[in-house]
Structure formats: structure tokens, C-alpha cells
């Protein structure tokens, strides 16, 4: 049974930082391409960023370029999501995925395993 546990959500002020962590079991993780959604009160989940199977390419939305990093380690199954100069927009409960045979897609449907999401909380 594959299981993805988020953590690493908050409380933050706008200009500041929170690094999520997820954590991949039940699965051979480097086969995973792995990505980062949100989703805001009231809006449709969103795509965040993608990292692909070994971590050396990523993809970003373009809301989040330059403020946010996605980076895997292979060996401790996780997945981690740097997120500095936070705006109040970035609120919402932040989901990582996995996509069984490809990476860097950005629709949900194409993404066969979630976890459980964090909530972060970004005030102005």
C-alpha cells in the first residue's frame, strides 16, 4: 500500500519561508516523478512543481518561479518543497503527489497517488 505523508505546514508571515517534506513508503520511490499542488478555499487544486525520477529536472508554475524549490532524496523516500518570499496567496493546503509513468505533468488526473496535504497559512 503506497502511503504519502506531507508535513512541514504553518503559520508564517508574508516574506518568509516553510519547507514542506513528504514522505513516500510502499513504493519504489526513484521510479516515482513526484509534484507539489495547492489547493486555496473556494478554488481548484493547482499544480505547484514537478521534480522527475532522479531530481535532476524540475518545472514550475509560473506564480512560484524563483521563490520556490522542489528538490527529492532518493534514499530517505522524500520529497521536500522550499518556499521563500511567501505572499498571502500562496494559502492553502499543499498536496504532494506521485505519478507512476511520467514527470513534470501538471493536470491532477494525471497523478496516481496522494497524500494527505498540510495546510500553510501565509498572513499579510
Known amino acids: 500500500q503506497v502511503q504519502l505523508v506531507e508535513s512541514g505546514g504553518g503559520l508564517v508571515q508574508a516574506g518568509g519561508s516553510l519547507r514542506l517534506s513528504c514522505a513516500v513508503s510502499?513504493?519504489?520511490?526513484?521510479?516515482?516523478?513526484m509534484g507539489w499542488f495547492r489547493q486555496a478555499p473556494g478554488k481548484e487544486r493547482e499544480f505547484v512543481a514537478a521534480?522527475?525520477?532522479?531530481?535532476?529536472?524540475?518545472a514550475y508554475a509560473d506564480s512560484v518561479k524563483g521563490r520556490f524549490s522542489i528538490s527529492r532524496d532518493n534514499a530517505r523516500n522524500t520529497v521536500y518543497l522550499q518556499m521563500n518570499s511567501l505572499k498571502a496567496e500562496d494559502t492553502g493546503v499543499y498536496y504532494c503527489?506521485?505519478?507512476?509513468?511520467?514527470?513534470?505533468?501538471?493536470?491532477?488526473?494525471?497523478?496516481?497517488?496522494w497524500g494527505q496535504g498540510t495546510q500553510v497559512t501565509v498572513s499579510s
Open positions: 503527489a506521485g505519478d507512476r509513468t511520467s514527470w513534470g505533468r501538471r493536470r491532477t488526473y494525471d497523478y496516481n497517488d
Open positions: 510502499g513504493r519504489t520511490f526513484s521510479t516515482y516523478g
Open positions: 521534480i522527475s525520477w532522479s531530481g535532476g529536472s524540475t
